[in-house]
């Protein structure tokens, strides 16, 4: 699913597969074709999904393999053909989801990249969404989407490159007395990192450690949690072109800085944000890099209400291949060199 965009595609297919401590399903799982029209079909973009909005440009229609791949399957004709909505599906799944974990944040979406899922449900079947843990579990190399088990079941088929998130729910159900013996024993160490902890960069910059991440934040709350947030001690905060909500947290932090200004300046708050990468996001030539970086910091800073630059720009993913992050990283020293930007790196 990544390379796809929730505010313009829509999900046709989905199953759900839920799975006990020995990664073994225990139920034969659902699966579902959404009901599609042929008109809408024709106007089809990936492999699984859709444009919401039909009145796409020719450019957008189903590509020749796409044509061939989901005729040939069958998919096609079974869209067409299926009784379900998207409603039905949406309340079919939720029951059944239920049926297997009632209470609420508990169940955990597992899966191959289901970072990009999660967006999806939470733009297409936001009930869905609200009931599963905030958390997921995502791995970077192939296998089934759409997993769902309880917070004490394992969850995922494979274990490469898991993100922290999904190693620290992993150990917590898997070696729980592990877990609970070095928690114990780092107790000290844990104690000793405040909100005002700072990690030592090159050039002699310093980094609030502890940061208030705003993925999967929706931009009309965002503004709002960022403020409690820095009212509350933060002084880092963590966001991304493909959150999109950039705007929302420069918004906060001139607020709070408004607000504030006999006590806290500009240089006191750290903004980190990251380059949209996903695979098929930037054009092969990757000529608007330095157009997208810049579209970021004049974003977050606002019309010169607030000092222009970011603390720190980072590259999100590998997905742009070796020659394209070359090309992001130049893009990205320039930045610096401008003044832009007082650090950069990379992120996942």
Same mark, same amino acid.
């Given at each position: ?10 999900? !046709? ?36 999904? *859709?444009?919401?909005?039909? $009145? ?5 229609? *189903?590509? $020749? ?6 005729? $040939? ?51 297409? *079947? ?40 999904? +190693? ?19 107790? $000290?160490?844990? +104690? ?14 310093? !980094?609030?450690? #502890?940061?208030?991440?705003?993925? #999967? ?51 006191? !708050? ?35 209400? *607030? ?7 980072? !590259? ?18 320039? #930045? ?13």
């Amino acid at each position: 699913m990544t390379g796809l965009d929730e505010e313009t595609d829509v999900i !046709i297919e989905i199953a759900v597969i839920i799975t006990n401590g020995n990664l073994e399903p225990v139920d034969d799982g659902i699966e579902y074709v959404i009901k599609t029209d042929k008109e809408v079909l024709d106007k089809y973009v990936g492999s699984f999904f *859709m444009p919401l909005h039909h $009145e796409a440009d020719s450019n957008r229609r *189903m590509g $020749e393999w796409c044509t061939k791949q989901h005729g $040939e399957s069958g998919l096609t004709a079974s869209c067409i053909a299926s009784p379900y909505t998207y409603q039905q599906v949406s309340d079919e799944i939720l029951a059944y989801v239920k049926k297997w974990v009632p209470d609420e944040r508990v169940g955990i979406l597992a899966g191959s990249s289901v970072h990009a899922d999660k967006r999806f449900l939470a733009k297409g *079947m936001p009930e869905l969404d609200a009931h599963l843990h905030y958390r997921i579990v995502g791995t970077f190399v192939p296998c089934s989407i759409g997993h769902v088990s309880r917070l004490d079941w394992s969850i995922t088929h494979f274990l490469l490159s898991l993100d922290v998130s999904s +190693i620290k729910e992993l150990a917590k159900r898997w070696y729980p007395g592990d877990v609970a013996r070095r928690a114990e024993k780092n107790k $000290e160490r844990f +104690i000793s990192h405040r909100i005002s902890s700072k990690v030592q960069l090159p050039e002699d910059i310093r !980094i609030p450690q #502890l940061g208030f991440g705003v993925y #999967l934040s929706p931009a009309e709350r965002t503004t709002a949690s960022v403020t409690h947030a820095l009212h509350a001690g933060y002084r880092h905060i963590d966001t991304a072109q493909i959150y999109r909500n950039e705007k929302q947290v420069g918004d906060a932090v001139r607020l709070f800085l408004e607000e504030n200004k006999n006590q806290v300046c500009r240089q006191d !708050i750290w903004i980190t944000t990251k380059l949209r990468d996903e695979k098929g996001r930037l054009p092969k030539k990757l000529d608007n890099v330095p157009q997208l970086l810049t579209e970021s910091v004049d974003v977050i800073c606002g019309s010169g209400e *607030m000092e222009g630059y970011v603390d720190l720009f980072l !590259i999100h993913s590998p997905y742009a291949g070796v020659d394209g992050r070359r090309i992001q990283w130049q893009a990205l020293e320039d #930045l610096k060199k401008a003044g832009k930007v007082r650090a950069i790196g990379v992120s996942n």
